[in-house]
C-alpha cells in the first residue's frame, strides 16, 4: 500500500513540476519573440501576429514534447532501483 501511495503521490509532485515548467517554457519563448519583434518589426505584421505564429510554432516543435521527460525519466529510476534491489 505503501508504494501505490508513494507512486501516487509521486505523480501528483511531477505533475505540478510539469506544469510550472511548461509555462515558464511558453513565457520565456513568448519573450524572446516579443523582443525579437521589437528588434526587426517586420512590415505589415503587429506584435500579437508575430508571437502568436511564433508560439504555434513552438507548440509544434520537439522543444514543448521534452518535458514529457519530467515523468519519465524519474519513473525508470524508481524502477531501476525497485528492480535491481529486488
Known amino acids: 500500500m505503501a508504494f501505490v501511495r508513494l507512486i501516487v503521490?509521486?505523480?501528483?509532485?511531477?505533475?505540478?513540476?510539469?506544469?510550472?515548467?511548461?509555462?515558464?517554457?511558453?513565457?520565456?519563448?513568448?519573450?524572446?519573440?516579443?523582443?525579437?519583434?521589437?528588434?526587426?518589426?517586420?512590415?505589415?505584421?503587429?506584435?500579437?501576429?508575430?508571437?502568436?505564429?511564433?508560439m504555434v510554432e513552438y507548440h509544434a516543435s520537439f522543444r514543448p514534447k521534452l518535458l514529457w521527460l519530467v515523468f519519465i525519466v524519474p519513473s525508470i529510476a524508481l524502477g531501476t532501483y525497485v528492480y535491481l534491489s529486488n
Open 9 to 54: 503521490f509521486g505523480f501528483l509532485i511531477l505533475g505540478v513540476i510539469y506544469i510550472c515548467l511548461a509555462f515558464y517554457s511558453q513565457s520565456v519563448r513568448r519573450e524572446r519573440l516579443e523582443k525579437r519583434w521589437a528588434k526587426e518589426q517586420p512590415d505589415g505584421v503587429t506584435q500579437d501576429e508575430y508571437v502568436d505564429k511564433g
